[in-house]
């Protein structure tokens, strides 16, 4: 009896050396309803990593903000049925939160470093008189790349947005569904991680300064989810159709597998706002999704498009139409006119992008491209500064206080885009990508040598000159010009679901040379398959040791 006890001791001295304490058990606190009061009371008393929150089946209606800043690594659990996609509707919250003056969220979560945060089984709705939210109903901020929400509904009717991915957070969305109201500019998710790179104002300076890293965790991830929008019924082709996300100040998103009926993603460009100086969306991939479906979308109001693009760069590729879209993408730079947005001249602006600012790279001939932060640029200098003081702090003119605007000497990164299934909308005349000022094809942006004609791809073979192709790796062209790209259809182990097929893109880096430039990160996201953090370490096992 003795050895054993010495034993016992002996073992939980070792945990505490290897650990730092002693280890945790799992610990559930459970909320007496699902009504704010006890959802926060219950909140307050997480104090270990591992701790689970469990909200009870119900429907209650909160007034007030329940707030959580995360110490622990926890887990927010709803009733809602795990092997259900939308979780089914168990614990229900009902919005009734002023969202004016001061934008309150219902559901503010901030995110704590090295810790997971997950929110799974929760179905939020509108009252019928909720109030706009701008920022959304339930807000993400802190910084994290083990953020997991999962098998929720979110069916908010106020026009407007209803979650927040902001600060510097990571992660993904998964298995849930997101109702959108048909013919309504609202947005689903507003993505905004602004505060990555070290950026205290949140504008996405840092995040502008990073690498893109495509294929990388450093991205929100929304996989296996539903989205469900449609078109209004006007029949004079300006068409309206809700968008599954916003994303600006830097934000970075991957959409993959999903269902999108009758809705679109979009980004907003540097240039939309001026005080803060907001950075457009930095970096997308939308692969493998379906675009439907026929009843919510017709030929009278097809949606515009699947993607309206702003700014960044990214990777369009393998979805499939079975809805009405006019498009796969639309580009626009808006800096380029004031259609969209007016601009103030440095130093109190951007300017516009038409070769008359600074800000811009005014090549000769072309208009002021690369404009900033435009479609097919990436990682630059370091800007930073609220206007009229924003300056370049990769260089010497922040410390010698020049804030004219100097071209931040943004790398070309194409856009890529391949093996799209897709249609346009009958008489509607529509393509694979919607050109605008200053962006080029074979330049700024790759398209497909193929095009689909409802039952395979047609059309001219990939011959290393222009474009993009696909096949397999032996099939690849031997010569190529640089800027080109393949999809090697036989190479690569990311997806690990069993169905889908591999992939691996490679880029012709200079004339004749392939290098592998993109992989697509591990699906299912490893947060799905495992714990939900990456710093959790396993316990040692099979211990012995003699005690005398």
Not at 211 to 237: H, K, M, Q, R, V
Not at 315 to 340: A, C, H, L, M, Q
Request: contains cysteine; proline residues 4%.
């Amino acid at each position: 009896m003795i050895k054993i006890v010495k034993s016992v001791l002996f073992a939980a001295l070792f945990s505490v050396l290897l650990f730092g304490k002693a280890a945790q058990a799992q610990t559930t606190i459970n909320a007496a309803t699902c009504n704010s009061s006890d959802v926060q009371a219950a909140l307050n008393k997480v104090a270990a990593d591992g701790t689970t929150v469990n909200i009870p089946a119900g429907t209650c209606t909160w007034t007030t903000t329940v707030s959580y800043n995360q110490v622990f690594s926890t887990t927010i659990l709803g009733a809602g049925n795990q092997s259900v996609v939308g979780g089914g509707d168990a614990t229900v919250i009902i919005d009734n939160v002023s969202h004016s003056p001061n934008d309150n969220p219902t559901l503010n979560l901030t995110a704590a470093p090295g810790k997971s945060l997950r929110l799974s089984g929760i179905t939020m709705k509108s009252n019928g008189s909720s109030s706009q939210s701008f920022n959304g109903s339930i807000t993400f901020y802190g910084t994290s790349n083990a953020v997991r929400i999962d098998h929720a509904h979110l069916q908010l009717t106020a026009d407007g947005k209803q979650m927040t991915i902001g600060g510097c957070v990571y992660g993904v969305m998964d298995h849930s569904i997101v109702d959108l109201n048909a013919g309504t500019t609202q947005n689903g998710v507003f993505l905004h991680q602004g505060n990555c790179g070290g950026d205290s104002l949140g504008v996405g300076d840092g995040q502008w300064h990073l690498p893109t890293s495509l294929g990388s965790a450093n991205f929100f991830y929304f996989e296996n989810d539903i989205f469900n929008g449609g078109t209004n019924l006007g029949g004079n082709g300006s068409t309206v159709a809700p968008f599954v996300d916003d994303c600006s100040g830097g934000g970075r998103f991957v959409f993959r597998f999903n269902s999108i009926n009758g809705a679109q993603a979009q980004g907003h460009a540097t240039g939309h706002s001026n005080n803060p100086p907001d950075r457009s969306c930095r970096a997308y991939e939308i692969y493998m999704n379906t675009f439907g479906n026929s009843s919510v979308t017709n030929t009278s109001n097809p949606v515009e498009d699947a993607f309206y693009n702003t700014g960044g760069t990214g990777v369009v590729w393998g979805n499939t139409f079975t809805g009405y879209y006019k498009n796969i993408v639309e580009t626009n730079v808006d800096r380029t006119n004031s259609n969209t947005y007016v601009q103030a001249a440095s130093p109190t602006g951007w300017g516009y992008c038409n070769g008359s600012s600074n800000w811009d790279g005014n090549q000769p001939g072309q208009n002021g491209w690369p404009c900033l932060d435009q479609i097919g640029r990436g990682e630059g200098d370091l800007l930073q500064g609220v206007f009229p003081t924003v300056c370049d702090a990769s260089l010497t003119d922040c410390q010698n206080h020049i804030f004219s605007g100097r071209w931040p000497n943004q790398a070309l990164e194409p856009v890529y885009q391949w093996m799209d299934k897709f249609q346009p909308a009958p008489s509607w005349g529509g393509l694979v990508w919607v050109s605008s000022t200053n962006v080029v094809p074979n330049r700024d942006y790759y398209l497909y040598t193929l095009a689909w004609n409802g039952s395979s791809f047609t059309g001219t073979a990939f011959n290393g000159t222009v474009g993009t192709g696909s096949g397999t790796l032996a099939s690849r062209p031997s010569t190529c010009t640089a800027g080109v790209a393949y999809w090697a259809t036989d190479q690569g182990s990311w997806n690990q679901s069993g169905t889908g097929g591999q992939g691996l893109l490679y880029k012709c880096s200079s004339a004749n040379t392939w290098t592998a430039y993109y992989t697509p990160y591990t699906y299912p996201h490893p947060l799905i398959k495992g714990s939900g953090s990456a710093n959790n370490v396993a316990a040692p096992t099979s211990l012995t040791a003699n005690v005398n």
